[in-house]
């Protein structure tokens, strides 16, 4: 019997068993496996976290109430009848609004796979009925998407792709200077699934050569301890402040690559005169070290090391998910362009390193085909955090990349594939503004807290219980993925969900094209061997790819140094900015006149932050789960075995904890004006004491305790700030946010959101 594989976000694993699976093995050529696949399989098989029929909320059915309350209850009902209402509602909403009520940005990571890529789906089949309003940009990273195009002429994409290989830095690197760290447990993760984890692996080989490592974070384990990296711990929210000074040490010690920043930059001398002091105030390492609250010879420093070293300096994606995130992004290119290492092997300026896996990998990158989704009719949409505001302001208008927009008027969403009450900022007033709209349809394979708060649910199949490809332009291999296990209860493949609504909606021909899913992946594999042919090299037919699981792509290693051709001709090789140069002054920001986005990048104090917090206010990190992918598989025994009486587990300094008397395993609630959770404590002294840490994505348990709407599971999105990052991205600011801890002596709610909704019967 031949080996069959399958494939997620987090990794490939051999599928293990006869019939249906008992295992998923990681694959053995994978360095550093994942820790979140462990849970995978039967968080899957979960029969009380699974949709296992069409469902529709009762009060919706009865009245077409928009009581959308996370403790619902559901009717449920036969597919076609769950179809035939769906469509309906569809027709109706269309007929009497527009299809520019419909929002279907419907963000989210969903399943690894080419083809039954959730939002792709969606987005084929309401082009065929019209058209939605859509979103722009990712939560991981849209202030870089909308600011580098400004900065260096490139879409964040590019940037990425062109990013300076590891093995480059492994080569030559002195000290690597990492802003949020370098992570094994956020670089389990690449977006469209991997054969393998490196990140770890070429950090510890440029340790072993001599790179000194300097980890730049709230959190000591953002670097793996046996690298020995010296851990500085600013204030979060203020890199800002300590990258200036740094610029300013550089500038004061004459250690600014002056030649370089004539050359290849745009405004470096507003920018000097700005940190040097022209505005009154010189942006001394002493002026960082009161705002960083860090000393200043500490600073001063690490300015002398970067001097005398060649330096790479990296900023982890999580930097810019905070209020006026891409300025802190901006000032980090301007330090690295003072520096004048950019260009060079294995030096100059990172952004996501160890952010997910495929960031600086040493690989040729193919442009593989995808599913066309066709035209959307509909131009509107909006930048990807801004949800809420959206379902607050219809009509409202707001700054968006030089623009001025405005907000559609939703009257039904439709969501598939991701997970806003995972996801989103502010969960308790998301909770309120989602009952504005008429209809909410949400599918999933899983009762998660969007799906709870759904008026009609449809299960859809996960990527264990269908086959399909994983065939991803930043990997070396292609896997063919094959079934697991058979869908669990009635649950259908996306596709064919979409398929019997395009019947309903007289669309079928235009959707399916005549064609089933297997139909669908031969073909794609066709347009697949077509790309190879242009890349010098032959694919197996469809069916021995089957066979044999996974093929590896010949010839990949390339290493890349990022604008290595700019740098050595500025003139010859121009970049795509306004100057042709790199933007360290923006004259189409400045054009903008955002308050919060300046032409320059400038230190603005963040909209939360320490340096302002009330006495006992500490700030809180949320960044992402070692044990699952943001919600995915919470429900699964690798995350659950990291809770704390069954609640997410927050990291509190042993001076915090002394302060308010607790111990390991006691349960605190933590709480701001927005609202509330209860978390486990974990006592650690690797990260500030006046911070703690609490991963995101336990699945959302909303009550009112005393008052106060609170997560009883321990979701930080009940006391994260939604706001835009500033007014050019409209970026989400999950990592600004003050809190206040408080012993829960109280008795423990129940958790309820691993157990199944109320069913009724039909
Ligand atoms: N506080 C805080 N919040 C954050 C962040 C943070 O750092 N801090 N990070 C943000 C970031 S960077 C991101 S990317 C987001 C992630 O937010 P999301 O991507 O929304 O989170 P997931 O839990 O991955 O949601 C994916 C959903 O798709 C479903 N799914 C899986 N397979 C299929 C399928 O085949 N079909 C369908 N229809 N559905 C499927 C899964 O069950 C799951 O519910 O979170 C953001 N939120
Ligand atoms: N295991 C796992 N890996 C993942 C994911 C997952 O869900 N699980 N999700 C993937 C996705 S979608 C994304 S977008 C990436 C995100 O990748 P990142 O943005 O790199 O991940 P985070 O965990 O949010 O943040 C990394 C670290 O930044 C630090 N940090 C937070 N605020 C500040 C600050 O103000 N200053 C400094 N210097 N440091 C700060 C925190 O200590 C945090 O541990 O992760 C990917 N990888
Ligand atoms: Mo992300």
Excluded at 194 to 221: F, Y
Excluded at 379 to 390: K, T, W
Excluded at 588 to 599: G, N
Aim: negative net charge; proline residues 7%; contains cysteine.
């Amino acid at each position: 019997m031949t080996q069959k594989f399958t494939a997620a976000h987090w990794g490939t694993y051999e599928i293990h068993g006869t019939g249906e699976a008992t295992n998923l093995a990681p694959l053995p050529r994978d360095p550093y496996p994942a820790r979140i696949g462990a849970g995978w399989l039967d968080a899957v098989r979960d029969p009380s976290t699974r949709i296992a029929r069409p469902a529709i909320r009762e009060g919706w059915l009865k009245g077409r109430d928009r009581a959308r309350a996370g403790d619902a209850s559901f009717v449920e009902v036969p597919w076609d009848e769950a179809l035939d209402i769906t469509a309906q509602e569809l027709s109706r909403v269309i007929d009497t609004h527009g299809n520019g009520s419909l929002f279907a940005g419907s963000y989210g990571w969903a399943a690894a796979g080419r083809f039954h890529h959730a939002q792709s789906q969606l987005r084929r089949f309401l082009n065929t009925v019209g058209g939605y309003v859509g979103s722009a940009n990712t939560y991981s990273h849209a202030g870089a998407e909308v600011i580098l195009p400004y900065l260096v002429g490139q879409s964040n994409r590019a940037f990425q792709d062109s990013m300076t290989s590891w093995s480059l830095v492994a080569e030559h690197c002195e000290l690597l200077v990492a802003f949020g760290g370098v992570s094994k447990r956020a670089a389990q993760v690449t977006s469209s699934g991997t054969t393998m984890h490196e990140t770890q692996d070429w950090l510890d080989k440029a340790h072993a050569n001599g790179c000194e490592v300097v980890n730049i974070s709230p959190l000591r384990s953002d670097v793996a301890d046996h690298v020995k990296a010296d851990w500085i711990a600013p204030r979060p929210g203020t890199d800002c402040a300590l990258i200036l000074a740094l610029a300013h040490e550089l500038f004061t010690h004459g250690h600014a690559d002056q030649g370089f920043l004539a050359r290849c930059t745009n405004g470096a001398k507003l920018f000097e005169d700005y940190v040097m002091g022209a505005d009154g105030t010189a942006k001394s390492a002493d002026w960082a070290a009161e705002i960083c609250d860090i000393p200043a010879a500490t600073i001063r420093d690490l300015a002398a090391r970067m001097a005398r070293s060649k330096t790479m300096i990296n900023l982890s994606w999580s930097l810019q998910r905070a209020d006026h995130g891409e300025v802190t992004l901006w000032a980090g290119m301007a330090l690295a362009c003072v520096l004048g290492q950019i260009g060079q092997p294995g030096t100059g300026f990172a952004f996501g390193y160890g952010s997910t896996e495929p960031v600086g990998r040493p690989h040729r990158l193919i442009n593989w085909p995808s599913v066309p989704q066709g035209k959307n009719p509909i131009d509107d949409f909006i930048p990807v955090a801004r949800l809420a505001e959206m379902l607050a302001h219809p009509g409202g208008s707001y700054p968006y990349d030089g623009q001025r927009k405005v907000y559609p008027d939703i009257k039904m969403i439709w969501w598939s594939g991701g997970n806003p009450f995972h996801h989103h900022q502010d969960l308790a007033q998301l909770d309120r503004l989602w009952q504005r709209p008429d209809t909410i349809v949400v599918m999933d394979h899983s009762w998660t807290a969007t799906a709870r708060r759904a008026d009609i649910v449809l299960p859809t199949t996960s990527a264990l219980e269908r086959d399909d490809v994983m065939i991803n332009r930043r990997d070396p291999a292609l896997v063919y993925m094959s079934a697991a296990i058979d869908p669990v209860g009635e649950a259908r493949n996306d596709y064919d969900i979409f398929a019997g609504l395009a019947t309903r909606m007289g669309t079928h021909a235009a959707f399916m094209k005549g064609r089933s899913s297997q139909d669908w992946l031969a073909m794609l594999w066709d347009e697949c061997a077509e790309v190879a042919v242009q890349n010098g090299f032959k694919l197996p037919t469809f069916d021995a790819f089957r066979e044999m699981g996974i093929f590896d792509i010949p010839d990949t290693p390339e290493e890349r140094i990022q604008l290595q051709d700019f740098v050595a001709d500025p003139d010859r090789f121009p970049l795509n900015t306004a100057s042709g140069r790199i933007e360290i002054h923006s004259a189409a920001i400045a054009q903008m006149t955002l308050p919060d986005c300046p032409p320059l990048p400038i230190w603005q104090a963040p909209a939360e932050w320490l340096g302002a917090a009330t006495a006992g206010q500490v700030h809180l990190i949320s960044g992402q789960p070692d044990t699952r992918l943001h919600a995915q598989n919470d429900n699964g025994p690798t995350s659950m075995a990291t809770k704390t009486r069954g609640r997410e587990t927050c990291t509190v300094h042993p001076k915090l904890a002394a302060q308010h008397g607790l111990s390991p395993g006691d349960v605190i609630l933590i709480h701001n004006d927005r609202g509330a959770c209860l978390a486990g404590v974990h006592i650690s002294d690797a990260l500030r004491p006046d911070t703690i840490a609490l991963p995101t994505g336990a699945w959302l348990d909303l009550r009112v305790l005393n008052g106060t709407p609170t997560c009883v599971h321990g979701n930080p999105n009940m006391l994260t700030l939604d706001k835009g990052s500033t007014g050019l991205s409209q970026g989400n600011v999950a990592h600004t946010a003050l809190v206040s801890i408080t012993k829960w002596d109280g008795p423990l709610p129940d958790i309820t959101v691993h157990q199944p909704p109320v069913i009724l019967p039909r």
